[in-house]
């Protein structure tokens, strides 16, 4: 199993600020992904964190709002930038397992209200 | 384009009571399968996974099946407490290191 610290567990922000939510994984995975839920809702995927190179973004979402880095194998930050009282939401940072079952695994979220 | 779907979407139920969730999915081609727990406001916590070849997977009180032919998937949670109370959640995943595409959720009010 891998176990996630992710920080802040929760934030209230100005519009127009940019809050980084950063990830660190206890072992070495092959991927990340950060996910957003807003309230009410189901997970949806922002990206696909890769190391070493740029981020792949899933449809609706793009690097300047939300960039991302993965400097290695274990840690990756996302960037909620010029936020607006839309971006409230729990963002949630996901590794796949090593391993035959790769299993997925998530963090405890970050709660951000933006005001 | 793969789509999940969990119905109930919420449920309540006395105590003690046996209870089964429903996780539809509509290609069949996956990977594996995942059932997730939720409390408010808080992260996912892994209940089971079922590898795409497999038809069960059980942890305690949890029994988890898969027919991936019908692209159907049920929880079933035996004598429910009131710690059972969350937000269930059904996940697929197409490939290995394929992204996992969420249902909505059933929502789960165990009733003392």
């Known amino acids: 199993s891998a176990v996630i610290s992710q920080k802040p567990s929760r934030d209230i922000c100005q519009r127009g600020t940019s809050l980084t939510i950063q990830c660190q994984v206890d072992?070495?995975?092959?991927?990340m992904f950060w996910y957003r839920q807003q309230p009410g809702q189901s997970l949806t995927l922002i990206a696909t964190?890769?190391?070493?190179?740029?981020?792949?973004?899933e449809s609706g979402f793009v690097i300047d709002k939300f960039p991302i880095s993965r400097p290695n194998l274990t840690f990756s930050t996302l960037t909620v930038s010029n936020m607006s009282p839309e971006d409230s939401s729990i963002y949630l940072c996901s590794v796949l397992s090593w391993g035959r079952n790769t299993e997925a695994f998530f963090g405890q979220g970050t709660r951000l209200t933006v005001v | 384009k793969q789509e999940v779907t969990q119905i109930p979407a919420a449920l309540s139920v006395p105590e003690g009571e046996n209870l089964v969730l429903n996780c539809s999915f509509t290609d069949s081609a996956i990977y594996n399968l995942q059932w997730f727990r939720q409390d408010p406001g808080k992260g996912l916590t892994s209940l089971l996974l079922?590898?795409?070849?497999?038809r069960e997977q059980t942890s305690g009180r949890l029994n988890a099946s898969l027919d991936k032919s019908s692209g159907r998937s049920t929880l079933y949670i035996a004598a429910s407490q009131p710690g059972d109370s969350a937000t269930y959640l059904c996940a697929v995943r197409r490939g290995r290191d394929d992204k996992i595409i969420f249902g909505k959720g059933t929502r789960l009010h165990i009733l003392p």
């Open positions: 072992s070495q995975v092959t991927m």
């Open positions: 964190a890769n190391q070493g190179s740029e981020a792949t973004y």
């Open positions: 079922i590898q795409s070849s497999q």
